[in-house]
């Protein structure tokens, strides 16, 4: 079992080797899904694997189980054998803690969306904690991800696409958000209907 304090991956230099800063991502987002869900139970995040057998992806995903004494983060993919344990992760930027635990606004709806736009909606910079918060509690559902957002959640998350789709340079990053934004409106659209 593999176990990494986060501390020690927060200050890695931008122009680092590229598999420690590859390293530090996949734990920064282990801890936000771990996070922003319930500790005390496994659940199956919408984090993909970024293992390669033999050069082609696994197909599994991020299985993250949370416990508060002590506080550290178990994971391990559901498909490969690739698992490990984070500690060091409180207080850290990473770290999406409700104040109020067990609390999820808006958590009563649930939308289905694709692997596509749950990764896209990670990549997003601008968002609230809260918006945050839903993106990394999202649960893999069968080949895609259920996203647990009501209306009024979905809105919000429509309005954070459209603003960073607006402002991004890079064309291919505009294109992968623009195809995200029409999928999310038109679920939105469903869910008004
Ligand atoms: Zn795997």
Redesign the pocket.
């Known amino acids: 079992m593999y176990v990494c304090d986060l501390r020690h991956f927060l200050d890695l230099p931008s122009d680092g080797p590229a598999p420690a800063r590859n390293l530090a991502d996949q734990l920064g987002e282990i801890v936000r899904a771990a996070t922003a869900g319930d500790p005390g139970a496994a659940w199956v995040s919408a984090l993909p694997?970024r293992?390669r057998p033999g050069r082609s992806r696994?197909p599994?995903r991020i299985v993250v189980f949370r416990s508060e004494l002590p506080a550290q983060i178990e994971w391990g993919?559901d498909?490969?054998a690739?698992e490990g344990v984070i500690t060091g992760w409180e207080g850290t930027h990473f770290d999406l803690r409700e104040p109020h635990p067990g609390q999820h606004p808006g958590a009563s709806h649930e939308v289905l969306v694709s692997d596509e736009v749950a990764a896209a909606l990670r990549t997003l910079r601008l968002l609230d904690l809260e918006c945050e918060r839903l993106v990394y509690r999202s649960i893999a559902l069968g080949d895609g991800v259920a996203l647990p957002a009501d209306e009024e959640r979905l809105d919000e998350l429509v309005g954070y696409l459209a603003a960073e789709a607006n402002h991004v340079p890079s064309r291919r990053r505009q294109q992968r958000l623009d195809r995200a934004l029409a999928e999310l409106s038109s679920a939105l659209r469903e869910m008004g209907a």
């Open positions: 694997c293992r696994c599994g993919c498909s490969c690739d």
